[in-house]
Nanobody, 121 residues
Framework: QVQLVESGGGLVHVGDSLRLSCRVS????????VGWSRQAPGKEREFVAA????????NYGDFMKGQFTISRDNVNNTAYLQMNNLQPEDTAVYSC??????????????WGQGTPVTVAL
């Protein structure tokens, strides 16, 4: 069974940057696509980004304006989400998930517990 551990969240201020990590165990990481989503209080989960097993292809959510970048390290079984110029509307719990095929939001069905990000003025 796949285990997902997200980390790197915290309290930041407008314009700051954070890098989130998603460490994966329990399956062959370099055969898995990885996705990130977020869920703000009282709102539905929103797709952020996804990356293929080898890192050659990525997919970003519609709201993205080049603010976030997804990447991965297949040696350390970890995926990352670099978030720059954070704004209050980026406040949410950020979660990762893995899947063997697909890069779309609906391809990822089992999200981790997530790491909270709070952006203060």
């Amino acid at each position: 069974q796949v285990q997902l551990v997200e980390s790197g969240g915290g309290l930041v201020h407008v314009g700051d940057s954070l890098r989130l990590s998603c460490r994966v165990s329990g399956d062959t990481f370099n055969r898995l696509n990885v996705g990130w989503s977020r869920q703000a209080p009282g709102k539905e989960r929103e797709f952020v980004a996804a990356i293929t097993w080898g890192g050659a292809r990525t997919n970003y959510g519609d709201f993205m304006k080049g603010q976030f970048t997804i990447s991965r390290d297949n040696v350390n079984n970890t995926a990352y989400l670099q978030m720059n110029n954070l704004q209050p509307e980026d406040t949410a719990v950020y979660s990762c998930a893995v899947v063997r095929y697909g890069l779309g939001f609906r391809d990822f069905t089992s999200w981790g517990q997530g790491t909270p990000v709070t952006v203060a003025l």
